[in-house]
């Protein structure tokens, strides 16, 4: 519901690489937008970028996470330097975030706006419209293993996937929740392993039969993650919403991107649907194509759109996403950095001329 004279306070994370070329397009739709719609907003920009680890060997700290805690939600751009050791920011920035936040949905949309971007054969935009609900707390990603003998030829890593009943039942709840509210097919396919990984997707699959008891309007479907992946170049309009771990929900999402005419244009949110939520482009920082004013912004845009539904601000969010559906379809070229046939800064005036 949207709260007369309230304003919402985002943090903002421009990040590294062209993050911060992609978020000021954002912050310009966000403009325009609070101007159309009449709402309030203030900004704070945080710097937690690999070059400010690399002058002050500084990452986030509990102090930065208390003070994130005050805002209404967060707006990352990307996270990545080419001079850092890989892992380092991952582990320590987005990780950080999403794990001290406790965002324990990550919400992936994967909808087709041009069928023309789309590398798949004969597919409408109705066909790849559906919605990956990623765990987003637990899993592989918990950091959970050790290694015995390192070094040695006996060597063994052991990583471990960390799945807890309630942190399982609370993310398969919201994909209930938000299949039923979203409305569309009212299907929710469960995407797992059970014929291989019989201990985690044990809990998972018996937690979902156990749920769905709950929402008998919502169909239920399971698919192995390997097979799903089959389905989403053969069959995406199967789909409606997916519900899946931390590491496979990585993986298939990346495949998402792809089919919905890839990374220029997917965005997804890191929901604690209790607390502060964080909206990001999926893409990464793109050190290349970094200071050119080529990347595609769409998908920092979209995450904008994300974010202002998240904020409450849900006519905005569809009209940003309403304005990039008009663009993709009429204007642009290519969806791919330097082959749009605009540059970075000419597509965020596009968005905001559409708005
Ligand atoms: C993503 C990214 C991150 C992940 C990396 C950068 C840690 O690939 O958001 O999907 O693995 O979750
Ligand atoms: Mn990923």
């Excluded at 203030?42 to 690399?54: P, Q, V």
């Excluded at 156990?210 to 089959?230: L, N, R, S």
């Excluded at 929901?271 to 920082?285: D, K, L, R, T």
Aim: aromatic share 10%.
């Amino acid at each position: 519901m949207v709260v007369d004279n309230k304003k919402h306070r985002i943090a903002v994370i421009p990040g590294d690489g062209t993050g911060p070329e992609v978020i000021r397009e954002g912050l310009k739709v966000l403009d325009a937008a609070a101007k159309k719609f009449k709402f309030q907003y203030e900004t704070k920009i945080f710097d937690f970028s690999g070059e400010r680890y690399l002058k002050t060997q500084k990452l986030i700290e509990a102090s930065d996470i208390e003070e994130l805690k005050k805002y209404s939600a967060i707006y990352l751009g990307a996270v990545g330097h080419p001079d850092v050791k890989p892992g380092i920011l991952e582990t320590n920035v987005l990780l950080k975030l999403r794990f001290a936040l406790d965002q324990y949905i990550n919400l992936r949309p994967v909808k087709l706006y041009n069928p023309a971007f789309c590398p798949l054969k004969d597919k409408k935009a109705e066909d790849i419209d559906f919605v990956v609900v990623r765990e987003n707390s637990e899993g592989l990603y918990k950091g959970m293993g050790e290694f015995r003998d390192k070094g040695t030829k006996n060597e063994v890593a052991i990583q471990i996937s960390y799945n807890t009943r309630k942190g399982v039942e609370r993310c398969i709840r919201y994909a209930f929740e938000f299949t039923r509210k979203r409305n569309r097919k009212k299907k929710l396919t469960l995407c797992g392993k059970t014929n291989v990984l019989t201990y985690a997707w044990d809990l998972w699959q018996r937690t979902f039969n156990e749920v769905a008891k709950e929402y008998p309007d919502v169909t239920t479907d399971y698919a192995h993650v390997d097979a799903t992946t089959m389905w989403f170049v053969k069959n995406p309009e199967w789909f409606d919403v997916i519900v899946t771990d931390n590491m496979f929900g990585d993986i298939i999402t990346d495949l998402g991107a792809m089919i919905q005419g890839g990374m220029g244009i997917a965005a997804g949110g890191n929901i604690n649907p209790e607390g502060v939520s964080m909206f990001e482009p999926i893409g990464g920082s793109a050190p290349k194509y970094t200071g050119k004013n080529v990347i595609n912004p769409l998908a920092a845009i979209c995450a904008l759109g994300m974010l202002l539904e998240d904020v409450g601000e849900a006519r905005a969010g569809k009209a940003v996403e309403d304005a990039v559906i008009k663009i993709v379809a009429s204007k642009l070229k290519s969806l791919a950095a330097g082959k749009m046939g605009y540059s970075t800064t000419e597509i965020g005036d596009l968005v905001v001329e559409n708005l």
